[in-house]
T-cell receptor, first 113, second 109 residues
Framework: DGGITQSPKYLFRKEGQNVTLSCEQN?????MYWYRQDPGQGLRLIYY???????QKGDIAEGYSVSREKKESFPLTVTSAQKNPTAFYLC????????????FGPGTRLTVT | GQSLEQPSEVTAVEGAIVQINCTYQ??????LSWYQQHDGGAPTFLSY????GLEETGRFSSFLSRSDSYGYLLLQELQMKDSASYFC??????????FGSGTRLSIRP
């Protein structure tokens, strides 16, 4: 079955540590996205990539970094520079021509204390 | 700037019809998508409108009026499993999608 996987589902870290969230897709999609969702709020775009080895900042990129070395993978690193990292992180993918129809992974809930 | 406005909460009765509205301000607007998200889950795509008018998919329909910068999602024959948050999302010429803050739909028996 095709889909998007994110791991782990829950992640706990101490303040000051960098942490990398995994996102893998086997849908053969060119475009991938990272969103942050805070309680009771919508999705805010962190980074997106439309092709391998290229990515662009979204609306809230500060304190985050990404890489896109393979079509299937788009890991997100939450750095110690992110002032409020505790949130629900969602990865998504789409074809390049249908950005309006995104497929989401199950999400990673990150708690930093 | 780009923004989408939708009500934060809507309550309806099982078996009834409910409409969730969305107004937008988006430069280079291409179309409006709708997503459903159950608590703790991932958003799932419901529909997309690029042209004015009504698109129907089973119990769900979505409408767009580009001249009014307005759209809505219509849910018919409501079932308890439809209790979820619903997000409108604007798709723009920058190939980006901007999400509204979501409408939490609560359904009473």
């Amino acid at each position: 079955d095709g889909g998007i996987t994110q791991s782990p589902k829950y992640l706990f870290r101490k303040e000051g540590q960098n942490v990398t969230l995994s996102c893998e897709q086997n849908l053969n999609h060119d475009a991938m996205y990272w969103y942050r969702q805070d309680p009771g709020q919508g999705l805010r775009l962190i980074y997106y990539s439309q092709i391998v080895n290229d990515f662009q900042k979204g609306d809230i990129a500060e304190g985050y970094s990404v890489s896109r070395e393979k079509k299937e993978s788009f890991p997100l690193t939450v750095t110690s520079a992110q002032k409020n990292p505790t949130a629900f992180y969602l990865c998504a993918s789409s074809t390049r021509d249908s950005t309006y129809e995104q497929y989401f992974g199950p999400g990673t809930r990150l708690t930093v204390t | 700037g780009q923004s989408l406005e939708q009500p934060s909460e809507v309550t309806a009765v099982e078996g009834a019809i409910v409409q969730i509205n969305c107004t937008y301000q988006t430069s280079g607007f291409y179309g409006l998508s709708w997503y459903q998200q159950h608590d703790g889950g991932a958003p799932t795509f419901l529909s997309y409108n690029a042209l004015d008018g009504l698109e129907e998919t089973g119990r769900f329909s979505s409408f767009l009026s580009r001249s009014d910068s307005y759209g809505y999602l219509l849910l018919q024959e409501l079932q308890m499993k439809d209790s979820a948050s619903y997000f409108c999302a604007g798709y723009s010429s920058a190939s980006k999608i901007i999400f509204g803050s979501g409408t939490r739909l609560s359904i009473r028996p």
